[in-house]
């Protein structure tokens, strides 16, 4: 993790005296970083474990299965990530094995001429995982198949909404005006499962006193315009092909006046 924090500090000083367009150029062709995020023990004996990655490119970068991109001991393909996005991305291969697992597992990848792998002491006592355990709990351990990368659902807020009442199932809320577009600042994150798949985010109207028109409805950031003063709902949406993640928010728009 150190590594990583001086990584980051490194690029953030150099992004903040060179020229944009030297920026872009110097962050092409980098190193990919695979990273082991820790352990957590499930109530059978059996552990869920998490990998992340860590890219210094500017753009998203893809790496197929194979030599470049692999699992060992064998199976050398578990469905881990091919595509690799700027930035650390953490928990982006979940993977749950036998309570026999011996800690024998390492992700290697080659990228730019730099091959690098992670940690192959697993199981000791600091890798125990602490933030994130409690969304990591939720999994299903028992029916997951052991030893690849699950494929699990989207991850889909909207930032910026603040939440009027209390508890969990409490709907964020924005306010707009009917004379104005509201910025709408949705967040998607998924790990790129299933292989193959397309990751749809859509925008839509599930309530309100009229019309609401999205500059684009299938963007998760995106504007919305109101044609009368009241109470909207919206909700955002992303689908993996398997899963389906939503989020609402409601909207308090007035006349403007």
């Not at 469905?79 to 991305?89: A, M, S």
């Not at 990228?111 to 990591?136: D, F, H, I, K, P």
């Not at 699990?152 to 508890?167: I, T």
């Not at 790129?192 to 749809?200: M, V």
Request: hydrophobic share 35%; with cysteine; glycine share 8%.
């Amino acid at each position: 993790m150190r590594a990583f924090g001086l990584a980051a500090v490194l690029a953030a000083s150099f992004s903040s005296i060179a020229p944009f367009g030297a920026r872009v150029a110097a962050q092409r062709d980098q190193p990919v970083y695979p990273a082991y995020d820790g352990y957590l023990k499930n109530p059978d004996g059996s552990l869920t474990l998490s990998f992340a990655y860590f890219s210094h490119n500017a753009e998203p970068v893809t790496i197929p299965p194979g030599p470049n991109n692999t699992f060992a001991p064998a199976p050398n393909d578990r469905q881990q990530p091919t595509t690799f996005l700027p930035g650390h991305h953490r928990f982006q291969c979940i993977m749950v094995v036998p309570p026999d697992f011996d800690g024998n597992l390492r992700w290697t990848l080659t990228y730019a001429g730099t091959t690098t792998g992670t940690s192959q002491r697993m199981l000791q006592s600091n890798w125990n995982l602490v933030e994130g355990a409690e969304e990591l709990r939720t999994l299903d351990y028992a029916k997951a198949p052991r030893g690849v990368c699950l494929n699990r659902p989207p991850s889909v807020r909207v930032l910026g909404a603040a939440a009027r009442g209390r508890g969990r199932g409490a709907i964020p809320t924005l306010a707009a005006t009917v004379s104005e577009e509201l910025n709408l600042f949705g967040s998607v994150a998924d790990e790129g499962l299933p292989r193959g798949a397309t990751l749809n985010v859509s925008w839509k109207q599930l309530g309100g006193p009229g019309k609401v028109i999205f500059s684009n409805p299938d963007a998760a950031r995106t504007r919305a315009s109101f044609d009368a003063p009241g109470t909207y709902e919206l909700e955002l949406s992303a689908s993996d092909s398997e899963f389906t993640t939503t989020a609402r928010v409601n909207v308090v728009v007035t006349s403007g006046r």
